[in-house]
C-alpha cells in the first residue's frame, strides 16, 4: 500500500507525503490494519519546525531498505503534534514514564488496540555509544513480537492502567507570595531566567510576577521581569532584523537560539512586553511588543485571515542557516558598516561555522545608521531560502494571538493590531466552529477533522473576550459563551477537567494535565476564561468553575510555580478583584480613549466590556449613560467620563 498523507492538512504529515514508508494518518483504519495483519503500530509523532525530526526524516524514513522493513513487520502512523495534542500527551506521559524524558520526534510501538510497549524519541540510523540505531530498534521489536507477544501485550496492558491510575493531585490555597520567592531560588541574578539551559522564555511566570508587583508592590517581582525581558530582547533568541522571538537559547546566556519561531511563543511574549510598558514605560518593551507584533503580522498571517503555526528552524537542509552571518558576509551586505555592525551585534562565532547569531546587547550610538543597516541586513537575508512555513491555523494558539494583539493594538494605540486580531477570530468562528463544537485547526480555509481540546475551547474564548472590550461587539460576548457552555458540558466529569471532550474520539487514556509549560494548560486557560465570563455576568455557576479549574493546578503552583505560572496569574488576578470595567459609549470615537486607559491602567485580568447602551453583555445591563463604571462583584463606583478620572480611579495611588 502507499503511503497516504499527500491529502492530509497538516503541514508536518504532508512533508512526509514523499517518503518510502507507507505512512498512515491516526485513523481507526490504520488500526483495522493492524489487527488484520497481527502486526504492531509504530507511531511517531513531531511537528514540521522539530530540527531532529527532520534529522530522522533524512536518515531512516527516505531510506528504501528501513521502509520496505516497516512495510512488512509494522503499521506506520505519522501524528502531527500539533493537531492531535490528545495522542501525544497519552504517549508522551508513557514515553516519560516508561524513559524518564520526552521529546521530538517521539516513536513509540502499540499493540494494535493502542497500548504502548516500548517507547522513544530519536533513534540514529547508525548505531552510537549507548544508543542503538533505529534498524536495531525494529529488528529487536519484531523478534519480540514473534516470540514473546505475550510479554508485550502485559506491558501495554500495564502501562495504561498506570496512566489511568494516575490522579490529579488535591488542591490546595495559593500562597502568592511563596510562589514568588520560590522564584527567587531559581532565578538566575546574572543571565536572568529561571534554571539552567537550555533556557525557555518564561513568558506565564513573568506576567504572573507583573500582576503580583502591580498588586504588592514587589520590586523584586518587577526586577525580575525586568531583567528577563532585557536580556532575553537583546540576546540572539531575538531576532534583531525582522522581530519575534525563536523557541528556546540552547545555552544559558540567550545567545544561540533553537531557531524555529512559533506562533505560541511570540503571542505569549507580545502580551508580556505589553504588559511590561504599561506597568514601567521602558523604551525597550514598546520597541519589542512592536516589533514582535509586526512579525505576526507579517510572516504568521495567512491569506484566511489567521496566524499559521511556525516557521521551521532549518533552511536547504542547516539549522539557522537563514538567520546566522559571517563577517564576510556582513561586508558584502553592507560594506564600509560592516566593522560597526561586527562590534555592535557581537559578530564573534557564537554559532556554527565561524557563523554568529546577531544580539544587540546595547542600543546603538547611532540609531539613524542602525535603522538604514538594519534594513540593508533584511534584504539581504530576504535572498536566502526562507525558512518552512507551518501553514496549519490552531484555534489555541490564534486564540492566544487574538488577546495579545487586542490588548497591544489598544495599549499602543495601533488599531491594525486589533484589525488583525478580529479577522483571525472571524476565521475560528466561521471555519473551526460548527454550532458551539470547535475543530482544532485549519489549512487554507478548509477546517481539519481533529476536535478542539480544553486548550483551543478556553483560549479562543478569552481572545473573544478580550476583543469584546475593545470593539463593542457582543457577538464576540455569545461565542465566548457558547464555548464555555460546552466546556462544562464536555470537560468536566467527576469534578474534574479533562483535556478531551466526552464526545471525542475514545482513546486509551483520557489526558488530563494542569502543567502550564510551553503552552499555558487547558485548565489553566479555563480558570482565566470562566473568571473573566463570571465577572461580566455575575455568574454563581461561572464563577464555582473558575474555581474548580484553579484548583487543578494549585498543588504544581505550590511546588513548582515556574510551571504554574498561568494558573498564579489567574491568582493573582482574582486575589485584585477582580475589578469589572463597563464603558458604555454611543459612538466608537468616545469610546476610544475610555477603552485605552481601562486596557493600560486597571490590572490585567480585570474584565472589560464596551459597547452601547443595550449591549447583551448582563455587565452593560441598565446602563445608559455614555461613561465608564469601575466595579467589583457588579457592585459599581460613580461613573465617570473623563480619561483622566478613569486613571485616577484604577490608579489612585499615581
Same mark, same amino acid.
Given at each position: 500500500m502507499a503511503n497516504e498523507l499527500g491529502q492530509s492538512t497538516s503541514p508536518y504529515l504532508r512533508q512526509h507525503a514523499g517518503n518510502p514508508v507507507e505512512w498512515r494518518e491516526w485513523s481507526e483504519r490504520a488500526f483495522a490494519e493492524a489487527r488484520e495483519r497481527d502486526v504492531p503500530i509504530f507511531l511517531s509523532v513531531g511537528y514540521s519546525a522539530c530540527h531532529w525530526c527532520h534529522v530522522m526524516a533524512h536518515e531512516s524514513f527516505e531510506d528504501a531498505e528501513t521502509a520496505a522493513y516497516l512495510a512488512e513487520h509494522f503499521v506506520s502512523v505519522k501524528v502531527d503534534r500539533e493537531e492531535r495534542p490528545d495522542v501525544d500527551a497519552i504517549y508522551m506521559a508513557a514515553t516519560v514514564a516508561?524513559?524518564?524524558?520526552?521529546?521530538?520526534?517521539?516513536?513509540?510501538?502499540?499493540?494494535?488496540?493502542?497500548?504502548?510497549?516500548?517507547?522513544?524519541?530519536?533513534?540514529?540510523?547508525?548505531?552510537?555509544a549507548g544508543m542503538a540505531s533505529f534498524r536495531q530498534v525494529l529488528e529487536a521489536i519484531t523478534d519480540a513480537w514473534q516470540n514473546r507477544r505475550e510479554q508485550l501485550d502485559g506491558i501495554g496492558k500495564r502501562v495504561v492502567e498506570q496512566l489511568g491510575a494516575q490522579q490529579p493531585a488535591g488542591q490546595q490555597a495559593f500562597d502568592l507570595a511563596q510562589a514568588v520567592r520560590l522564584l527567587k531560588l531559581d532565578f538566575d541574578p546574572v543571565d536572568a531566567g529561571f534554571g539552567q539551559a537550555p533556557k525557555f522564555p518564561p513568558s506565564m511566570v513573568l506576567d504572573f510576577l507583573l500582576r503580583h508587583h502591580r498588586r504588592?508592590?514587589?520590586?523584586?517581582?518587577?526586577?525580575?521581569?525586568?531583567?528577563?525581558?532585557?536580556?532575553?530582547?537583546?540576546?540572539?533568541?531575538?531576532?534583531?532584523?525582522?522581530?519575534?522571538?525563536?523557541?528556546?537559547?540552547?545555552d544559558g546566556q540567550w545567545i544561540v537560539p533553537h531557531f524555529e519561531k512559533m506562533l505560541y511563543d511570540n503571542a505569549l511574549l507580545l502580551d508580556v512586553y505589553t504588559h511590561w510598558w504599561t506597568i514601567s514605560g521602558d523604551p525597550l518593551a514598546k520597541r519589542v511588543a512592536e516589533e514582535t507584533a509586526g512579525f505576526l503580522l507579517a510572516e504568521l498571517r495567512t491569506p484566511e485571515g489567521g496566524f499559521a503555526s511556525a516557521l521551521d528552524a532549518d533552511t536547504d537542509g542547516e539549522e539557522g542557516k537563514y538567520y546566522a552571518w559571517t563577517p564576510e558576509q556582513l561586508r558584502e551586505a553592507i560594506g564600509d558598516d560592516a566593522d560597526w555592525v561586527i562590534d555592535l551585534c557581537d559578530v564573534t562565532g557564537t554559532f556554527e561555522h565561524g557563523t554568529s547569531v546577531l544580539q544587540l546587547r546595547q542600543d546603538p550610538d547611532d540609531v539613524d545608521r542602525w535603522k538604514r543597516v538594519r534594513e540593508a541586513l533584511q534584504r539581504a537575508r530576504g535572498a536566502r531560502t526562507y525558512p518552512g512555513r507551518d501553514g496549519k491555523v490552531v484555534a489555541a494558539w490564534n486564540g492566544l494571538a487574538i488577546t495579545a494583539l487586542t490588548r497591544a493594538g489598544v495599549v499602543l494605540e495601533r488599531p491594525d493590531y486589533v484589525e488583525a486580531a478580529e479577522?483571525?477570530?472571524?476565521?475560528?468562528?466561521?471555519?473551526?466552529?460548527?454550532?458551539?463544537?470547535?475543530?482544532?485547526?485549519?489549512?487554507?480555509?478548509?477546517?481539519?477533522?481533529?476536535?478542539?481540546?480544553?486548550?483551543?475551547y478556553a483560549a479562543v474564548a478569552q481572545g473573544c473576550l478580550t476583543l469584546l472590550g475593545a470593539t463593542?461587539?457582543?457577538?464576540?460576548?455569545?461565542?465566548? #459563551? @457558547?464555548?464555555?457552555?460546552?466546556? /462544562?458540558?464536555?470537560?468536566? %466529569?467527576?469534578?474534574?477537567?479533562?483535556?478531551?471532550? &466526552?464526545?471525542?474520539e475514545r482513546l486509551v487514556w483520557r489526558p488530563q494535565d494542569a502543567t502550564d509549560n510551553a503552552t499555558p494548560s487547558g485548565v489553566s486557560l479555563a480558570a482565566e476564561a470562566f473568571t473573566t465570563l463570571a465577572s461580566l455576568t455575575g455568574s454563581d455557576r461561572y #464563577? @464555582?468553575?473558575?474555581?474548580?479549574? /484553579?484548583?487543578?493546578?494549585? %498543588?504544581?503552583?505550590?511546588?513548582?510555580?515556574?510551571? &504554574?505560572?498561568?494558573?498564579?496569574?489567574?491568582a493573582e488576578a482574582i486575589a485584585t478583584g477582580p475589578l469589572e470595567i463597563a464603558i458604555v459609549t454611543t459612538t466608537p470615537d468616545a469610546a476610544r480613549e475610555l477603552v485605552r486607559v481601562a486596557f493600560a491602567d486597571a490590572p490585567w485580568g480585570t474584565a472589560i466590556a464596551s459597547g452601547a447602551p443595550g449591549s447583551a453583555v448582563p455587565l452593560m445591563a441598565g446602563r445608559d449613560l455614555p461613561a465608564a463604571y469601575v466595579c467589583q462583584k457588579f457592585t459599581c463606583r460613580l461613573p465617570v467620563t473623563l480619561p483622566e478620572h478613569l486613571r485616577q480611579e484604577l490608579r489612585p495611588a499615581d
Open positions: 516508561m524513559t524518564g524524558q520526552g521529546g521530538w520526534p517521539m516513536s513509540v510501538f502499540l499493540t494494535p488496540a493502542g497500548e504502548p510497549f516500548f517507547c522513544g524519541t530519536y533513534f540514529p540510523k547508525d548505531s552510537r504588592t508592590g514587589d520590586e523584586d517581582a518587577l526586577a525580575m521581569v525586568a531583567h528577563t525581558c532585557d536580556r532575553m530582547a537583546r540576546g540572539g533568541m531575538y531576532d534583531q532584523l525582522a522581530g519575534g522571538f525563536a523557541r528556546y537559547s540552547v479577522a483571525a477570530a472571524r476565521l475560528i468562528r466561521e471555519v473551526h466552529l460548527d454550532g458551539a463544537r470547535l475543530y482544532r485547526t485549519s489549512r487554507d480555509g478548509v477546517r481539519g477533522s481533529a476536535d478542539g481540546v480544553l486548550e483551543d463593542g461587539d457582543d457577538e464576540w460576548y455569545r461565542v465566548a #459563551e @457558547a464555548l464555555l457552555d460546552r466546556v /462544562l458540558e464536555q470537560f468536566v %466529569a467527576d469534578g474534574s477537567y479533562f483535556d478531551t471532550a &466526552a464526545d471525542a #464563577e @464555582a468553575a473558575a474555581q474548580q479549574a /484553579l484548583g487543578a493546578s494549585s %498543588a504544581i503552583a505550590h511546588r513548582a510555580p515556574r510551571f &504554574a505560572g498561568r494558573a498564579l496569574a489567574v
